[in-house]
């Protein structure tokens, strides 16, 4: 039903698809489990770690009747010298009917998706390029949170984005999603971790936290990499949540109802303060990884 | 049906429901495959490894038909610095039915579980604390052994527990349980490895295995951590042997009919004579495993 | 239905059930969703890694709707101290209904098996001893390749097994295999990579190459291990490709409808020219991945 066959990135849907998955995940909220994967094989392949991804994705297919292998690359073929090419023909040829790929290198997923004549492939992160099914949680989290009816109400919102975005493929797939849906966005951070040469008509770039939050309907942190502090982009741990750091304060400079969500792992009282993380009435940290669950579940339908 | 939502330790349980158990685990020890927990999902989260106790449990999930997924602490976000406390609330917003732990922490279980308002949470072991499902399969293997009808048959059983009490959750959940069901208990072990204070009507402390041993009905073995060798608590591998390791001389002081039982994994000629291990009219040592199954199909469908 | 309970070699089998086994792999080739292992419990035991065969069997189990467990023996009580025995006795004890082995000491597989009196073991590669579902999966290949009606076809076939036969488990169970079924063979490698004492009625040994495959039918290139060029069996990678390299005008020695096979994971350039292994018309590498899959169906089948 996408465009192309595999899925690699948010702008292959068109907005038709995306009320669909939307549609349908919210029924899978309701009621996760059914028999739409029946007999269909999942394998997850993860080059790189990600507890919630993986397991998500394997909740997921479960939930919906499918059945999952898992590949944790760092137990694989790879150390025998397997290229990366060979592993994907390989695992074609066992016919499961998706693969999701977790790769640390920014485009390999669609290259990779090429080797795959038979299954699936579905990009679940690949380095700083795109991560299309945690933009479609994050949008459908918003989606909730406003109860919207409809997906052209994303156009009423403005949506900052605050923190590593250079490095983060969870910004760029919301960049992606965020626009085609017609929201309006602001990127704040520390000038060595936002993207030059980004300014259109619906974003705009804040090195000042206080000013990008102004009258925001969503604040989205993204995760700090800790190793990324020793590569001197930023000064310390400490000084990055006294400049960038979501508190309480930050968030009155906000719409009055603004919503925090973060794609986690959070660094607690790093990128947002403890305490707002777990205040159920801003923070959607949690709802984002229901939902998670319930908008994989509609995307694999989706691509069945 | 029992007491609190979450399972953490044998005190939580009832004698009836301590019988329920066992009527059901006799049950499934005939009949393992059943449907008694189709469309639930079990997520095993293993922060220390235990192959037979994950094991264990995903058998006995899938035996009663349900979905199992595994999560290793050593490949998971916390390596990214994601804290415990924000895994069990991700996992929980996940949706599973249950979440089993395990944690070289003792007493952290308890905690964690009040993270997750939805998934029935298991206490699978943590640090030198608690490890339920372990003490109620050894129970199970001793009154299955004695071809007991009535769990107060128990009150005429005396049972030595010999080895590192003090660092073992093993031997605190058999304690507990087997004070529950009336039986006399004996610790035996170096003074380096007894706890102290804990005799009781019930309950009394031996130094010297000979004098340990005598009538009893019952041994347990527990294992030695060859790296507590190193903290000095006793001299050597092969000196633990020669005063704790139960041959056939020190089995021959008890009961005609006792019987031998080991956690496992067992440490042949440290804890016990390779050949009583292997002895099918004395060693337990495969049944408590077998039973192990049993049990954990028994306690989930009670916490259901 | 094998003559012994376990599945250790190929020369445990009749032509009979050899014949059975492509009859039924090619019926799941077609139709790979049955529910032939339904109720069924399979523990993939590797005490050494291999994702294609630890995938493959747990695909082909959950293809014929058996339920699988994965242990993975780095992450296992083997660090612990547990041993190989009574690791098996232990799983034995959970009763599934198949424990698939790998090891990586040649010959511990069927010593192991005789711990399991109830789980069937199904050997899947010990150290340079035996992989006889792979020799199966090959000459399924073959069997598939050349649209053979019967087994008693392969007496028409001489196939050269090129490389590090000396140390390959998967060498071994194809000689013995192809000897069964009436083919010729030819080893082909270096001195120090070949078995002495090995030539028979149908097997022949040579050091060059193109005098090896001089009218084969069946070219079987097998992988080398990098590690051992630091043992100077041979003196670099690139001069290995120079005398002992699977490229086109070696083929062309070879009869003009050559096939050209190959376990896995492939090194690429150095046992076979890349753009050879690629070319449909000659390599069934992946062709031998699917089969794998259908095979081990049809063998776990049998073994219920």
Do not use: W
């Not at 999942?42 to 790189?48: A, K, M, P, S, V």
């Not at 992606?176 to 971790?193: E, F, N, V, Y």
């Not at 159920?280 to 939902?291: A, C, E, T």
């Amino acid at each position: 039903m996408i465009k192309q066959k595999h899925f690699i990135d948010v702008d292959q849907l068109s907005l038709k698809q995306i009320e669909q998955i939307f549609s349908k995940a919210d029924k899978y909220l309701k009621k996760p489990l059914n028999s739409s994967l029946k007999g269909k094989r999942l394998i997850n392949l993860f080059f790189e770690n990600s507890t919630r991804t993986r397991s998500s994705f394997e909740i997921a297919a479960k939930n919906s009747g499918a059945e999952v292998v898992n590949i944790d690359v760092s137990t694989s073929a790879l150390k025998k010298g397997e290229s990366e090419k060979d592993t994907i023909l390989t695992l074609n040829a066992m016919e499961p009917d998706f693969i999701t790929i977790r790769h640390s290198f920014g485009g390999i997923v669609k290259k990779l998706a090429e080797y795959s004549d038979r299954a699936v492939v579905v990009n679940s992160g690949d380095g700083a390029h795109a991560h299309p099914t945690q933009a479609l949680l994050d949008a459908f989290t918003i989606y909730k949170a406003y109860k919207f009816k409809k997906i052209t109400e994303f156009k009423k919102l403005t949506v900052a984005i605050c923190g590593d975005v250079l490095n983060s493929r969870v910004a760029r797939s919301n960049i992606r999603l965020l626009t085609m849906l017609g929201a309006k966005i602001h990127l704040i951070g520390p000038p060595t971790l936002l993207p030059k040469n980004m300014d259109s008509a619906n974003l705009k770039i804040f090195y000042d936290l206080k000013e990008g939050v102004k009258g925001v309907n969503v604040i989205m942190a993204l995760r700090i990499q800790k190793e990324r502090m020793m590569s001197c982009f930023i000064p310390s741990i400490s000084d990055y949540f006294k400049v960038y750091g979501i508190t309480r304060d930050v968030l009155d400079l906000a719409k009055s109802n603004c919503i925090l969500l973060h794609p986690g792992p959070m660094n607690r009282n790093v990128e947002i303060e403890s305490s707002l993380a777990e205040d159920p009435k801003v923070s959607q940290v949690l709802k984002q990884v229901r939902h998670g669950v319930a908008i994989r579940q509609a995307v694999l339908e989706l691509l069945a």
